[in-house]
């Protein structure tokens, strides 16, 4: 570390099946305080999961056995994501639907996982609003980053879905967030809401934009839409995408922050 660069500090624990990591760079990450902070956002995220998994007999979700939530009735946290799910159903025009989605142990029931994520880390993200520090933190490919003014931004890579070892592309941003979904890490499971099937016509989408949750909810409705999703991401105000195809076609919307090299089609 030289003489003009901030101190960094990396986390990672294993929450909601995935690695999550927190970096930090500023001049108390070697500090308790901030580790102590660290450590609530892990706990909040491993309640949000044993809240909302649809794996654990034992969550919310998991007792009502597919069921959804009554509003009226349930938790605020459980209210507050039934309620955000239906939000992002309209602004989807239903392409995310969590209403009617194959469960883990068979049928079909609510399941708001394609949401839960990145809410979740954007929610327990409070935890690390430092003054002088900048944050990234990365759960699967979700990624929320904020930057302390006249600090250098991070840089994320955009991982080739076709060859997880290569980059299609690296984004540099300060604040705000970068969401991928598709068929790379888990296979094709994201629904069609339409169809009732695993949509396949997508390998994966990148969405970079202010909300974590909404670059999330828009990656996931995308995958779902299939191949001419990206003119409904060019219209989404605020967010850029990558798309790549089943076909291993690469094409962005034109306000995507990447190289031009990226964005261009190329071949599979």
């Known amino acids: 570390m030289s003489g003009t660069e901030p101190d960094r500090r990396a986390w990672v624990a294993q929450v909601m099946g995935l690695p999550v990591s927190v970096h930090l760079r500023g001049p108390g990450v070697r500090t308790d305080a901030v580790a102590e902070r660290v450590e ?17 007999p034992d969550s919310v979700l998991g007792r009502l056995g597919g069921a959804m939530p009554d509003p009226a009735a349930a938790e605020p946290l459980v209210r507050e994501v039934v309620e955000r799910c239906e939000a992002a159903r309209v602004r989807t025009g239903g392409w995310f ?10 049928g079909t029931g609510f399941d708001p996982s394609g949401l839960v994520k ?36 991070w840089r994320v890579g955009i991982e080739d879905p076709d060859r997880p070892e290569r980059l299609l592309d690296v984004v540099t941003r300060a604040h705000g967030a970068v969401a991928t979904s598709g068929t790379a890490r ?16 997508v390998r994966s989408v990148t969405v970079v934009g202010p909300e974590l949750l909404w670059a999330d909810v828009y990656a996931t409705a995308a995958v779902a839409r299939g191949a001419d999703a990206l003119d409904w991401l060019a219209a989404l105000d ?31």
Not at 97 to 106: C, E, I, K, N, T
Not at 143 to 151: H, I, K, N
């Open 186 to 201: 888990r296979g094709a499971h994201i629904t069609d809401p339409r169809a009732g099937r695993p949509a396949e016509a």
């Open 97 to 106: 639907d969590a209403r009617r989605l194959p469960l883990p142990g068979g």
């Open 238 to 268: 605020g967010y850029a995408a990558l798309l790549v195809d089943a076909a291993g076609r690469v094409r962005a919307t034109p306000n995507w922050p990447g190289s031009r090299a990226a964005a261009q089609t190329r071949a599979a």
């Open 40 to 56: 609530r956002v892990f706990a909040e995220l491993r309640t949000v999961d044993a809240t909302f998994s649809t794996y654990r």
């Open 118 to 153: 990145g809410w979740a880390v954007e929610r327990a993200a409070r935890w690390l609003a430092l003054p002088d520090h900048d944050l990234c933190l990365i759960a699967g490919g979700d990624v929320l980053l904020r930057t302390a003014p006249g600090r250098p931004a």
